[in-house]
């Protein structure tokens, strides 16, 4: 809903309702995500409204919440709807180059144009590898700015996936690293800027892990790519 923070004080009688109507619906979840899913055709227009209008304050770090026993499969599909936005390719290149455009109108609006023309698409130009999508300049010191972009069409306070290269990459160029989270993008897009290392803006939370296994009697790990 928009304009609602989840909260957690919540009568239990009220999510045992909701779990019972969406055991009678088991497509229910499926057609949301599918709606929620799409990505529209043409890149939104940004429109007459100044660039720094387009930007709001990032929502406050989140507690690390309190680890869940396990309790077994349940009888409702669960949805990963972050992941659903993380796997939509072209809803992520669509966020990509909506902010290609915000960027080169800010510096335009500062009267930067030498600095809008350099503006790259990294993750198409060059390969989606270096941790980044977009790399751009402050219009005061012309520092690079290494945009990462996440692109949802559900709400401010949705959460997203990050990968370990984001991760490290936000570690190692903390000072010029900025995560842009775009959010009601099929709608009317816009966007917080979480700045530095993400270990410090966001509360990471592991939900799979990679495996390794040893190889041979030294106790060595084998990697993919390994041979």
Same mark, same amino acid.
């Given at each position: 809903i928009d304009g609602y923070k989840p909260l957690g004080h919540y009568q239990q009688r009220l999510g045992e309702e909701v779990s019972r109507y969406l055991a009678q619906r088991p497509d229910l979840l499926e057609r949301l995500a599918k709606l929620t899913a799409h990505a529209p055709r043409l890149t939104p227009a940004l429109g007459s409204a100044p660039a720094a209008d387009l930007f709001e304050e990032p929502p406050r770090r989140a507690e690390r919440p309190e680890p869940r026993p396990w309790t077994g499969p349940t009888s409702i599909t669960r949805i990963d709807f972050a992941r659903r936005d993380a796997g939509n390719r072209r809803l992520g290149e669509k966020g990509e180059q909506w902010v290609l455009e915000v960027e080169k109108?800010?510096? +335009?609006?500062?009267?930067?144009?030498?600095?809008? +023309?350099?503006? +790259?698409?990294?993750?198409?130009?060059d390969g989606d590898g270096a941790g980044f999508h977009i790399l751009s300049m402050d219009e005061k010191d012309e520092s690079e700015k290494r945009i990462e972009v996440k692109t949802t069409n559900l709400g401010k306070y949705f959460p997203f996936c990050v990968t370990a290269n984001e991760v490290r990459c936000s570690e190692s160029s903390a000072g010029i690293y900025h995560l842009y989270r775009v959010f009601d993008f099929s709608k009317q897009p816009r966007l917080y800027d979480l700045k530095g290392d993400l270990n410090q803006t966001c509360t990471l939370v592991a939900t799979e892990y990679r495996a390794l296994v040893a190889r041979g009697p030294s106790g060595r790990a084998y990697e993919s790519g390994q041979t």
């Open positions: 109108m800010r510096l +335009r609006e500062k009267q930067r144009d030498d600095l809008a +023309r350099r503006v +790259r698409w990294v993750s198409r130009d």
